[in-house]
T-cell receptor, first 111, second 113 residues
C-alpha cells in the first residue's frame, strides 16, 4: 500500500469547516483513499473512501485531486465530538488487511 | 456499515491469567479479523478468524498465545493467554463489508497488572 503523509495536529473552531489534508504521491491506479478517525481508547470509525471522484456522505466530504496524489477530508461543521485522530489510508481492494494507520492528524475542535 | 459489539469493553487482569474477548456482528460476514493497538501505536493485525477452520495468524502471533474461535458468520472470540503487562492494549474486532471497506468494533481495552 502507498505511504501517506498527514500533518501531526490541527485546530478548528466549533461550527467551522475542518479541512484535513493527506498526501499520497505514490498511489497506484487501483488504490482507494480511506479515512478513519479514532476517539481516545475507542476503535477506529470508518468515515469515507474514494477512488478518483469526490465523495460525500452524512459525515464528511472527500476531495481527491485530479492527479490523485493528495486528498482533503472536509468536516463541514465541526463539533466538539469531532475531536479525534484522523487517519488517511491508501489501499487496493482485497490487498490484505495489515493496515498501517500511521500517526494520523490529531484534530482539536475548540468552543 | 456494520454494527460490531465487543465484550468486555475494558478489563484489568492479573498477569498469568487469560481473558476471552467476544465479538458479535449484526449480520453475516465472510471476513473477520482481530487487531491489537498498543499504547501510542498503530494497529497490528493479529489474525484472520476463519469460520469452520483454524485462524490464520500474522507473523509474530501464535495460536497458543492468542487462540481464536469463529463458530459462525456473526461471532468470534479472541483469548489472550498467560497475560503479561506487555499485552496491555486495545484489542479490536473488524469485518469487511461494502466492497472491501473495513469496519471496526469499539475495542476491548485490556490492562494487565
Amino acid at each position: 500500500d502507498a505511504k501517506t503523509t498527514q500533518p501531526t495536529s490541527m485546530d478548528c473552531a466549533e461550527g467551522r469547516a475542518a479541512n484535513l489534508p493527506c498526501n499520497h504521491s505514490t498511489i497506484s491506479g487501483n488504490e482507494y483513499v480511506y479515512w478513519y478517525r479514532q476517539i481516545h481508547s475507542q476503535g477506529p470509525q470508518y468515515i469515507i473512501h474514494g477512488l478518483k471522484n469526490n465523495e460525500t456522505n452524512e459525515m464528511a466530504s472527500l476531495i481527491i485531486t485530479e492527479d490523485r496524489k493528495s486528498s482533503t477530508l472536509i468536516l463541514p461543521h465541526a463539533t466538539l465530538r469531532d475531536t479525534a485522530v484522523y487517519y488517511c489510508i491508501v489501499r487496493a481492494p482485497n490487498s490484505g488487511y495489515a493496515l498501517n494507520f500511521g500517526k494520523g492528524t490529531s484534530l482539536l475542535v475548540t468552543p | 456499515s456494520a454494527v460490531i459489539s465487543q465484550k468486555p469493553s475494558r478489563d484489568i487482569c492479573q498477569r498469568g491469567t487469560s481473558l476471552t474477548i467476544q465479538c458479535q456482528v449484526d449480520s453475516q460476514v465472510t471476513m473477520m479479523f482481530w487487531y491489537r493497538q498498543q499504547p501510542g501505536q498503530s494497529l497490528t493485525l493479529i489474525a484472520t478468524a476463519n469460520q469452520g477452520s483454524e485462524a490464520t495468524y500474522e507473523s509474530g502471533f501464535v495460536i497458543d498465545k492468542f487462540p481464536i474461535s469463529r463458530p459462525n458468520l456473526t461471532f468470534s472470540t479472541l483469548t489472550v493467554s498467560n497475560m503479561s503487562p506487555e499485552d496491555s492494549s486495545i484489542y479490536l474486532c473488524s469485518v469487511v463489508r461494502d466492497s472491501s471497506t473495513i469496519y471496526f468494533g469499539e475495542g476491548s481495552w485490556l490492562t494487565v497488572v
